[in-house]
């Protein structure tokens, strides 16, 4: 008797921010780095008025929260910044910010054998860290990446939109996505990949966006 191989393993894609934990964690983060010294502080002010116009538009807003970056990191030592960011992931990861339905079922999935990914534009390695801090320490983390100069943490290109997917592919993931969890319609490329669509507490535009691509091929959860 001749046996079928077996399937490709269930693949099960969790964004972070508003899915497994709330909030936005870098940014949060990159605040809590400025605060460390006053100058950081008086510098972020006097160039508030170049920040904030570059913040209002979509085209230019990463090129604002670049400067923002290099503000609160410039002269910080790698090793010192990835020792902040497990600090502030041991906060950030507090009961109350932790989303518990979307946790449950992420261990669920691990429990069952299944490939687990966090896809995030959150950077490493405060995403990494965020994960080891809610216990997933066996699941693939695909996050922003920063690269260290003299004058501060350059981030390159975020992970989201259709280079979230992308990036869970240039990493060899090739299995189909059997499962897609998010909050935001930034995902709809990898809710659009997904054969079962969870939406975390989705905001009613967000809800729109995702049900007029996709039509009513989704569940939402609710955390509260």
């Known amino acids: 008797m001749t046996h079928a191989p077996p399937g490709p393993r269930p693949l099960a894609v969790f964004d972070l ?9 870098f940014g949060h983060f990159t605040r809590v780095l400025l605060r460390r010294a006053r100058w950081r502080m008086v510098a972020a002010a006097l ?16 090129h604002a929260f670049a400067l923002v970056l ?15 960011a497990a600090d502030f992931a041991a906060e950030r990861t507090i009961e109350s910010n932790r989303v518990a339905i979307t946790l449950a079922r992420a261990r669920a999935h691990l429990a069952a054998g299944d490939r687990v990914v966090v896809a995030t ?29 003299r004058a501060g943490m350059r981030p390159l290109p975020a992970c989201r939109g259709p280079r979230k997917v992308a990036r869970i592919r240039a990493a060899g993931i090739t299995d189909p996505i059997t499962h897609a ?9 990898l ?21 007029t691509r996709l039509g009513p091929n989704y569940q939402v959860l609710r955390s509260r």
């Open 17 to 25: 921010d508003g899915t497994l934990v709330r909030g936005d964690s």
């Open 191 to 211: 809710l659009a990949e997904a054969t079962h669509r969870y939406l975390i507490d989705p905001a009613p535009p967000h809800l729109t966006r995702i049900h």
């Open 70 to 84: 290099r503000l609160a990191t410039i002269g910080l030592p790698a090793a010192r910044f990835e020792a902040l």
């Open 47 to 62: 160039c508030l008025p170049i920040i904030g116009p570059l913040y209002t538009l979509h085209a230019t807003r990463r």
């Open 121 to 149: 534009s959150c950077a490493d390695p405060l995403a990494a860290a965020i994960c080891r801090a809610l216990g997933l320490t066996s699941v693939d983390v695909i996050a922003s990446r920063l690269t260290p100069s």
């Open 181 to 189: 969890y998010t909050d935001s319609s930034v995902d709809l490329p």
